[in-house]
């Protein structure tokens, strides 16, 4: 009887330590503003094809499907919950259930020391082996940046694969396009060609019979 009623003790002080760290758990996160290279999962209850995870971009958005783009950074995991699932709404008969939490944190810059090596942030979206933010030392080339992400998958579309590039004194963006594989109908960049702090690069799926 003491043996079945310490059990039953420890497994309730299991089970409240548990929550506890659950509840701790979601009010950090819930305490938590995303920013630029921070990466969320997003689960839509109501449609799971459409549970994915986004990186945020330098401007602070992401994108996602029938909604386009949202801007995230600064806001909390509640805060894009709700855009998500307004913008999501129109879209189903009822008010969807939106699931949001951040898998990955972006880095935050060390400090540099008199030996420190200087490097910059560029982004790499899309089908690669490793999407996400690259810490990568100044003149790394689009060639480059891609091996470092893990190469490209069976299913990228190589002729078509962009860079996007931000001015940031006018905030405009241009997107240049650039063949891994040497075809493709007008002007693209070399593989040559060094990337900027900040750049994105975009390798988008083929199209069927691409």
Do not use: C, K
């Not at 995870?53 to 919950?81: E, K």
């Not at 931000?166 to 593989?191: H, K, M, V």
């Amino acid at each position: 009887m003491l043996a079945r009623m310490t059990f039953t003790w420890f497994t309730g002080v299991l089970a409240g330590l548990v929550l506890l760290a659950v509840a701790t758990a979601a009010l950090a996160q819930s305490d938590y503003r995303i920013r630029s290279g921070d990466t969320l999962q997003i689960e839509v209850i109501d449609d799971p094809s459409l549970n994915r995870s986004v990186l945020v971009l330098p401007d602070g958005s992401f994108s996602f499907p029938f909604i386009g783009s949202l801007q995230a950074r600064g806001s909390s995991i509640g805060q894009v919950r709700a855009q998500l699932a307004a913008g999501l709404a129109p879209n189903f008969a009822n008010q969807p259930t939106v699931v949001v939490s951040v898998v990955s944190l972006a880095e935050r810059a060390a400090a540099a020391g008199p030996a420190a090596v200087p490097t910059i942030d560029v982004y790499i979206m899309g089908e690669v082996g490793q999407a996400g933010r690259l810490d990568v030392e100044p003149g790394i080339t689009i060639l480059q940046v891609l091996a470092a992400a893990g190469g490209l998958t069976p299913f990228a579309a190589q002729s078509r694969i962009e860079l996007h590039r931000t001015d940031r004194a006018t905030g405009e963006t241009s997107i240049f396009l650039y063949s891994r594989d040497g075809r493709g109908n007008g002007p693209r960049i070399g593989s040559g060609t060094r990337l900027a702090a900040g750049d994105v690069v975009f390798v988008p799926a083929r199209r069927l019979f691409e």
